[in-house]
């Protein structure tokens, strides 16, 4: 994949300071010479047209983006007044942001949202009214009925860069093709960046743009300090938010919370995150044992397994502020780590013998239940699905490369193997407090925790990763696939002679 055009590193405000203090940051970024400052409106906040109007007269050259405007809660046309009016006020220098957050268009008891057309309709008219022109549109959403509206003043230019903010595959797809950028929200990982970016860029591809010609841009939490200790201690409030932020949404019909086997305190955090369908909650644990660990939902009596064997579950890995080391303290390093999550599930099947379906997770419990009883399961798999991680879905390396494969399972023993290679440091138990045991050729995962193995690819070829339970492996679905590039090793291994005949 080409390399994203990241080109600048912008600063972004959010709304949680004031707007007096996030003018006077916005001075200081001018001073030093930023391209460019971000301002936020999360719901219910600041007001993101008032801190633009601040910073904007308290400034001479720093762009000012605004990141981002909901098409929801303003209407398209009332966008672009206030865009222009900006401009004319302070200058030529901001850039739009647009995006129709799940969670602003809940607090305002919207119903039945269509976010991908929001940002299509509100992007046209937008960019229409910036140009200066004169917009009649009937949109699914948003009318400006003819003989149409224009902003009543001239917009000081056309052009107004266009950026959309969002997360969604469709949504990226439909947007790439007419933004002048796209960003990216706080905490995705580089993985996820990459993820998204395809996605825009299969939009750019069918619409024939070059994928240069848009800007991409990410949110980053960064925090300044000379002590380390406390750049970190600054930080967490600003990162538990965003990470730890649980949401039931409001479609659901129960109640779920997390258990982090990772965390110190009562049920993991489980009592504290108990939310309705339509609650949300924001939990701050403090990782004190570096290792890999389980998180499950836990809502109390038989809904624990239900939820568990429902596919609620995940690992939180915690290094070691030194980082991994071996038994004599020597680092150990890798290349590239992957996730893979057992799963076991108890589908039961109808008299036919086919699996059977059911509309809803409260309609399937009863017989669902009957199965778990037996303690047989009707599948186990990795990363949710049968083949998550084989075929397209397989897990890369190159020999040479080091990979750390951190395995859980959240309810049932199981027995990681990796077919033509070894565990070569194994923490079995999850625990990085513990030397690592080496050169495993099985190791084991218990039920309720999550352990991590180093293996350095020494051979290319296609690697089997499987629960060595085979009928597990091979029947119910507990297997994946390395992919491995790179030269062949005949010291390691040759086949001295090709089949044939037994000689009589
Ligand atoms: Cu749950």
Same mark, same amino acid.
């Given at each position: ?98 995006? !129709? ?109 070059? !994928? ?86 836990? $809502? ?202 037994? $000689?009589?």
């Amino acid at each position: 994949m080409t390399h994203p055009p990241f080109r600048d590193i912008d600063i972004g405000l959010y709304s949680v300071s004031s707007t007096a203090e996030n003018r006077a940051a916005a001075r200081r970024a001018e001073a030093r010479g930023f391209r460019r400052v971000w301002l936020a409106e999360d719901h219910h906040s600041r007001d993101i047209f008032v801190q633009a109007t601040a910073v904007g007269v308290a400034t001479e050259t720093i762009e000012i983006g605004l990141g981002i405007v909901n098409p929801y809660t303003r209407h398209p046309a009332q966008i672009a007044m206030a865009v222009a009016d900006l401009e004319e006020l302070a200058g030529p220098r901001f850039a739009l942001g647009l995006g !129709a957050g799940w969670s602003s268009i809940a607090a305002h008891g919207l119903e039945n949202p269509r976010p991908i057309t929001a940002l299509r309709e509100a992007a046209e008219i937008c960019r229409e009214m910036l140009g200066g022109g004169r917009v009649a549109y009937e949109g699914s959403l948003y009318r400006l009925p003819a003989p149409g509206a224009r902003l009543t003043f001239r917009p000081p230019r056309p052009g107004v860069p266009l950026y959309f903010g969002t997360m969604g595959p469709r949504t990226l797809r439909m947007a790439a093709p007419m933004a002048d950028g796209v960003f990216f929200s706080v905490l995705a990982s580089p993985a996820y960046v990459e993820h998204c970016l395809g996605h825009a860029q299969a939009g750019l591809a069918a619409a024939g743009r070059d !994928a240069d010609e848009v800007d991409v841009a990410c949110y980053i939490i960064f925090s300044v300090d000379e002590d380390g200790d406390a750049a970190r201690a600054a930080a967490k409030g600003l990162i538990a938010h965003y990470l730890m932020r649980i949401k039931n949404s409001p479609d659901n019909v129960m109640d779920h919370n997390i258990d982090f086997h990772a965390s110190t305190g009562a049920l993991g955090g489980g009592g504290l995150t108990l939310v309705e369908p339509g609650q949300q909650v924001v939990l701050r644990w403090k990782a004190t044992k570096p290792g890999t660990y389980i998180y499950h939902c836990a $809502p109390g009596g038989v809904m624990i397994p239900y939820h568990v064997v429902s596919g609620m579950s995940g690992a939180v890995m915690v290094l070691p502020k030194g980082g991994l080391k071996d038994r004599a303290g020597k680092a150990l390093r890798y290349d590239r780590i992957y996730y893979v999550g057992e799963q076991d599930f108890y589908v039961p099947r109808d008299a036919e013998g086919n699996y059977r379906k059911f509309e809803t997770h409260a309609e399937a419990m009863e017989e669902v239940f009957a199965v778990m009883r037996t303690l047989t399961p009707s599948h186990v798999v990795l990363n949710g699905k049968v083949g998550a991680l084989t075929g397209d879905g397989a897990m890369k390396a190159r020999v040479g490369e080091t990979v750390l494969i951190v395995h859980s399972q959240a309810n049932r023993d199981s027995r990681p193997h990796l077919i033509g290679g070894h565990g070569d440091y194994v923490w079995e138990a999850g625990s990085f407090a513990d030397p690592p045991e080496e050169g495993l050729e099985t190791w084991f995962i218990r039920g309720g925790s999550a352990g991590a193995a180093l293996y350095t690819f020494l051979q290319p070829g296609v690697y089997a990763y499987l629960s060595h339970n085979l009928i597990e492996a091979v029947q119910l679905g507990a297997l994946a696939h390395f992919v491995v590039d790179g030269k062949w090793d005949d010291d390691l291994m040759t086949q001295v002679s090709k089949p044939g005949p037994i $000689p009589a």
